[in-house]
């Protein structure tokens, strides 16, 4: 005997954008079909208290036990559940009380008569609601149980390509990770904006298999984590004085601030500090490929950070490794000195900054100079 359809259908993960995706696509699926328009509905489930709680549930309810005016099967998104996540509101006793309401409800769906997709984010599965539709419902935990980090980002970019037929190259997808942080959804964006362009390139008319390059992300991808101001700090880290005066004056000729700049300036300074000092220790080496032996650096000198677990220009070994390489050997790694010199000058510049606040693009070009002319 064929197994029997699942009651309806539970998409939940911790990032809203990933799981409203692919609720989306199960929902589309399901009302292919479905001509009439009253046989469809999107209700939310966002609820900022215990009493939006039991309104939403509410109207599920409704929803669940309206017929369809004609006779044919109904189709419901209930979507943005929240109230399923250790939250204040996901907490709550009353809460508890209504989404056992909710699990009952589910349980006596027919799917014959009606198609169910709840989307939820985050979700607390230690629960016994999300264990009970992981067992009685079509399950999906939308990037596994380690979403965010690194590895479950990076996945979702290579997914993304794969769906639009292109790869990343060597370097490409880290990069990618780099500029644009764990912003779900401008990453993949990002990755359809790179694919359209490396599948129009003329290179790509031969037949070979469409490769988004490290130079595509380069060049057509701006810096977007933690604020950082690319080119201005590419430029100074470069020591191209000239490359640095054309990047002072495009971000100030767009009404930009001083400050943004010089944090950017601290953040990769700091960071290339750290790097120096473990070269001249001799724990790592800038190479072509990078910086070899951070990793094994980490249980000498990682005890050191504790202050400072999350990611941060303060913690090396917080940042993306792969990443502190391109940065250590995008240009030749300055001295240690050099490197102090420089926070210091990015402390004048900041008290410059205060007392001529409408002089700031000169403040910084006359910093650039002292710096790039030593």
Known sequence: MPAATPPFIFVCGADDYLVNRLGKSRYDELTTDVTDEFAREILSGFANNVGEVETAINRFRESVQTVSMFGGK?????????????????????????VEDLKEILAKIDPEQVAVVLTAAPVDRRRAFPKWCEKTGDFTLVGGEGE??????????????????VSFGEGAAQLLLAKVGTN??????????????????????????????????????????????FEAAEAFFAGNLPWTMTALHHHFFTGGDARPIISALQNRNRILIQVRALVDAGEVRVGPRGLD?????????GKHFVGAPEKSSFNLFSQNAWYVGKLAGSAKLPTLRRLIDNQQEFIRAFEEIVQRPNEQNEVLREMAVRCLST
Do not use: C, M
């Open 293 to 301: 032996g951070l990793p094994k650096a980490i249980p000498t000198y």
């Open 148 to 165: 965010g980090g690194a590895d479950a980002l990076a996945g979702v970019i290579l997914a993304e390509a794969r769906l639009l037929g």
């Open 74 to 98: 109904r189709v419901i998104w209930f979507k943005d559940v929240n109230f399923l996540a250790d939250t204040v509101t996901g907490r709550a006793e009353s809460t508890l009380k209504l």
């Open 184 to 229: 779900t959804r401008l990453l993949i964006e990002e990755t359809r904006k790179l694919a359209t362009y490396a599948q129009s390139d003329a290179a790509t008319a031969s037949g070979k298999p469409v490769v988004i390059e490290e130079k595509h992300v380069a060049d057509l991808t701006a810096n977007t984590a933690e604020g950082d101001f």
